[in-house]
């Protein structure tokens, strides 16, 4: 069961951001090609960094964690990391914006109300 720890966590973070997409609208899933352009860029430059650490000896991945699957000389997790980790992050972003948008509208209509409550 260990070797699924690191998978296991980036279900984790999935299943615990997911909702921010049909709960507050947070619209990335609905939006592939906006979600890739975000994520796909730093997530190549980062797996780049990887794959030169690896090769030079940096840094090693032990399979305690891990499943076993390698693409090149990287786990699989670690490239689903630096997906997954940046969708979570842009799910939770979107959200974020959304609540701030509807406290402030909520705040400017109850300010509307007490100034009208004023000039009655």
């Known amino acids: 069961m260990r070797h699924l720890t690191y998978l296991l966590i980036l279900l984790g973070c999935v299943v615990l951001t997911l909702p921010l997409e049909f709960v507050i609208g947070a619209r990335v899933w609905r939006r592939p090609r906006l979600a890739a352009l975000a994520i796909v860029p730093p997530a190549l430059v980062f797996i780049v960094w990887d794959l030169i650490g690896v090769a ?3 840094w ?14 990287l786990p699989l997790e670690e490239v689903l990391f630096f997906l997954v980790v940046p969708l979570c992050a842009l799910l939770t972003f979107e959200a974020v914006g959304i609540c701030g948008r509807l406290l ?3 705040g400017a209509r109850s300010a509307d109300r007490v100034g009208a409550g004023r000039d009655a």
């Open 56 to 58: 030079r000896g940096w």
């Open 60 to 73: 090693t991945y032990g399979g305690r964690y891990l499943i076993g699957v390698r693409l090149g000389s």
């Open 104 to 106: 402030r509208d909520r």
